[in-house]
């Protein structure tokens, strides 16, 4: 039997990421590839803890179905979270509980475009959100960041080409703090800009901060969402890195207008996010826990990212980096224009695994970059992955 498939896939590719986890388990391998928060930040002791208490206390709804937009309950702590946290102010109407922040992505780029349309991103980008622009076959144009986030003449002049072809982008997606890929965080005067062309052109933005609690140096920086007065952001927040991936728990803040459609579309997608997981994070947020268990994770994570700036200060050469100020990841850019991709065959040789930069542009890949996740491996085997990594370049340098 050959089956008919439809057209809706043929633009995707399993993500080179997730076919790169299967190195993260060979014997041997150092790999700052995957993109996983380490282990050790998991709070298994509390959540076990909370675990048994909701059982025990509202079992009958915490394993029933239950609303498409989220428990209240959880909504009203992500509301005082938010508020204490990254001075957003709002209500609980314009909260909706998702299965992380990947779902938004994939339900954001249905609700504001069609397919064919485009919207602006960051070069490079989430790889998560090019698959669901993929996905919902949505094009996009990417703004060159440099180490102050999105450089907003770029974003100019792409406004400028879109127009030339007739196009307005359907928003601008956008991780100003700590970004993934690259680790730069977005100046206040860029923010504040970009809100203005934003609102210029009416287009709405939407900005993902999964890892804005996870700051390691610098000041603090208000959200693009607590700085718009026009209601013109939509907010994505998670409970990944800040209490556990596996139980798929995350928040949109939005205006009704959005998270209305999004509430018809999340009923086709899940009917609801995973009530058991909802009670949990209720819990988390509602005992505290989470306010200790953020400045345990970020000591744990600044240690990590000082070892490995120090050790690639010690032993790259012919490359340049990003010194990210939080978050889980930084940028790599070899001096020669070698193929990250091309080398990777002999980092894995020399086992050691990194993300190709290519993975994270939906056009126009930058081919000698990649992306260091240092938040996984142990200390000393960042050192030692950052050494193997040195010898990589060096070897591919000389060939
Ligand atoms: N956006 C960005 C920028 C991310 O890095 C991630 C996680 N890697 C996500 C969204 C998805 O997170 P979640 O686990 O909440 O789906």
Do not use: C
């Not at 609700?111 to 698959?131: K, L, Q, W």
């Not at 700036?309 to 850019?333: I, Q, R, T, Y």
Request: aromatic share 10%.
């Amino acid at each position: 039997m050959s089956f008919e498939f439809s057209d809706n896939l043929r633009k995707m590719k399993s993500s080179e990421i997730r076919s790169l986890l299967k190195y993260v388990t060979m014997p041997g391998m150092i790999s700052f590839g995957g993109g996983l928060p380490n282990p050790e930040t998991f709070p298994s002791a509390e959540l076990k803890e909370i675990m048994d208490d909701v059982i025990e206390n509202y079992a009958s709804q915490a394993l029933q179905y239950g609303q498409t937009d989220g428990l209240q309950l959880l909504k009203n702590e992500i509301r005082k979270f938010l508020d204490r946290d990254e001075n957003i102010k709002t209500d609980t109407d314009n909260i909706m509980v998702t299965t992380g922040s990947q779902q938004s992505l994939y339900a954001l780029s249905k609700i504001f475009a069609n397919p064919g349309d485009y919207v602006i991103t960051e070069a490079p980008t989430y790889v998560g959100m090019i698959s669901s622009l993929n996905a919902n076959l949505v094009n996009s144009v990417s703004v060159k960041m440099d180490s102050n986030g999105m450089i907003i003449e770029e974003l100019e002049k792409q406004l400028e080409y879109l127009k030339s072809i007739g196009k307005k982008p359907k928003f601008i997606y956008t991780i100003p703090t700590f970004q993934n890929p690259a680790g730069y965080t977005m100046t206040l005067d860029r923010r504040k800009q970009l809100l203005e062309i934003a609102y210029e052109n009416n287009i709405p933005v939407i900005e993902d901060n999964p890892y804005g609690d996870l700051r390691y140096s610098g000041t603090k920086i208000p959200t693009l969402k607590s700085l718009d007065d026009h209601d013109i952001v939509t907010y994505l927040g998670t409970f990944s890195k800040v209490m556990s991936p596996g139980l798929r728990t995350g928040y949109t803040v939005s205006q009704p207008e959005v998270l209305s459609r999004y509430n018809i579309l999340k009923q086709a997608l899940d009917l609801a996010s995973d009530s058991l997981s909802q009670y949990i994070a209720y819990e988390y947020l509602n005992r505290g826990i989470i306010y200790k268990q953020i400045p345990k994770t970020i000591e744990l994570y600044k240690k990590k990212r000082d070892i490995m700036l120090e050790s690639l200060d010690e032993h790259v050469k012919d490359a340049v980096w990003s010194k990210p100020d939080g978050g889980m990841f930084l940028w790599l850019k070899l001096n020669h224009n070698i193929d990250t991709s091309k080398m990777l065959e002999r980092a894995l040789k020399n086992k050691v695994a990194y993300i190709t930069g290519s993975a994270f542009y939906q056009n126009n890949p930058e081919i000698n970059t990649m992306r260091l996740n240092f938040t996984y491996s142990s200390d000393s085997d960042i050192v030692e992955g950052v050494r193997r990594l040195a010898k990589t370049i060096e070897e591919e340098v000389k060939n």
